[in-house]
């Protein structure tokens, strides 16, 4: 081949890009301690490195305990939480499957355009946007549809700030001889998540929100149930990359040798780094976290409150890690975060959907969560607004 | 919902990881320079942070440059080179479309998988692993063939350390009015690659080959013309994660205003190293780069032939970055690699399938492809096999 080819596009050379100063208090990511980043910035090290394979088996009991579960096939997914509902539905789901999926916001939504392209037949349950999952509308619709092979939702949903009843709805579920593939991605670290209490199948997180990890990777968690599903399949996984059947090599390893081969190259540094975030939390304690994100979430409700905002969401289904506020009149919404953002170096993030202009999203998640940074926050909007 | 359910699996805590000192001579990851490592390490910010668009806005032109290509749609996918795969082949495959893929080695074989996952019936076209494709294979298979609608092949296989002749593949699909979908995970910054000049049609690649980043973004490159089939396509694509027609809106934005909206949250901490990786090749320039890599190449090639090695692939066809060794009598594969790894801090790679125990793989790649990096292996095999 020859090397002599003309070259385009010689490229002026741009600047080191530099990170500017963020205090992430959006719907995600969520601001990272500095002994993560450290951990990320770690020598690059190989995929199959005996060191590597220890520290992955470290991180799949960390995961195993913030999922608290016993599940064996536990393990990040080499992607965006999106990946991780892809892997989830995938593995689950074949064509022609009749599925439900509950929705109440967006990404309900997505999970349920998601089994559609896996080629199942699809039937939402729907609930106002801002209110809990219905679990009484997933039975009626279980009982109309027999032969359901699974049920689909999201605990936490990120566009509306409110929490669904797991426990209720993988109950429904089992009792009706269905899956559940259950979307923790907001949730996890954040409020309680109790994958064997639930008798949850397939579940998917992302590592950016409550677990204040950079972005990149999806912790999943499969019931042995749900494993043998995918084993007793009639038609092949869409992805490849998603097979279970086939990534497991690289995650568990050999059924008798434990020996890890080669599948696909996983993240190696952002994998470095969920280990320390995982570390963290295994360190406060499970318990201790949850109780932080709710104090400083907390402030937050108060502080907005008082100066005249409403939330959107009832208390007892309010997630404290996801506050959605409504603006009352007069409040600029794109001006305001902007100058948050410029001004005071906060990120919050805007409405999705139908609430776009008409909310914010303030999320209390992670290292996030703390008293300090809810006080900077209501400062800087109580001095932008006054 | 109860914060007092009671905890299982309280964990002990496991020691921070320590990555140890490796050199990367391997098939992948490759070596990552320092200022790359610290590029990742910066403050996670919003994935729509407006520095967050004019570093991703950088990355694009430099994937340009480095594809050498003016195509629009060129971002990095949000996953393993893997993954990347499944995104141009399922952008560009409807079921039941008729595919050609050419098999010779271990990632046309995956490919091929894919592909029929993607629900095509698959052609395949055969050459012996460490030859290169034959594009007159390809030719006859398109004549028998007609209304094929794309033809896969990988540039540089990482199985067998062959190069296949891009340019020829990519101008007989052309010339069947077939699309060509191409892997460069481990040619591309390694040797010319050339895009528009070979007239390629989607097109994905890896970042911890020869741009000696740490894994998880596949750099990717569609032609005006595989835009427009995945604009025309008659079903949807089978992942929406992957679908262009949706990531487009944060990698591209508005057709409009250009502005950005929310697809998925891209690897933040990843993209900023990445950037970082193609800056130091646009400032050391391609066509250097390309001559390091195939210098260092050199040095090992002669040192392990003056040991009584031979290699696997024809001087002619030979991947400067992926050298396939063959081993002769009497060397033990397993305990060399062990002790090259555990005494010298040097990883090489194993043989795959057909070659395992019979066969190395050492990378020159990215920041490994420097003479120190090539002596060093070359003397560590020196003091293990004597």
Known sequence: MPTDTPLKNELPLVDVFESPDRLLMGAGPSRVHGDVLKAMAQTTIGHLDPAMVVMMDELKDMLRYVFQTGNVMTFPVSGPGSLGMEACVNNIVEPDDKVIVAINGVFGTRMAEVTRRAGAEVIVTEDEWGMAVDPNKVEAALKANPGVKAVGFVHAETSTGALSDAAAICRLAKNHDAMSIVDTVT???????????????????????????????????????????????????????????????????DAKSGARTYHHTAPVNTLMGLHEALRRIVQEGLKNVWARHKAASDIIVAGMEEMGFSMLVDANIRLPELLTIILPEGIDDTAVRGKLLNDHRIEISAGLGPFAGKLWRIGVMGEGARPENAERVLRAIKALIS
């Open 187 to 253: 949730s996890l670290g954040g409020v309680p998540v109790n994958i064997d209490v639930w008798g949850a199948d397939a579940v998917y997180s992302g590592t950016q929100k409550c677990l204040s990890c950079p972005p990149g990777l999806s912790p999943m968690t499969f019931s042995d149930r749900a494993v043998q599903a995918t084993l007793d399949r009639e038609t092949p996984v869409q992805s490849w990359l998603l097979d279970l059947s086939l990534v497991a090599s690289y995650w568990q390893g």
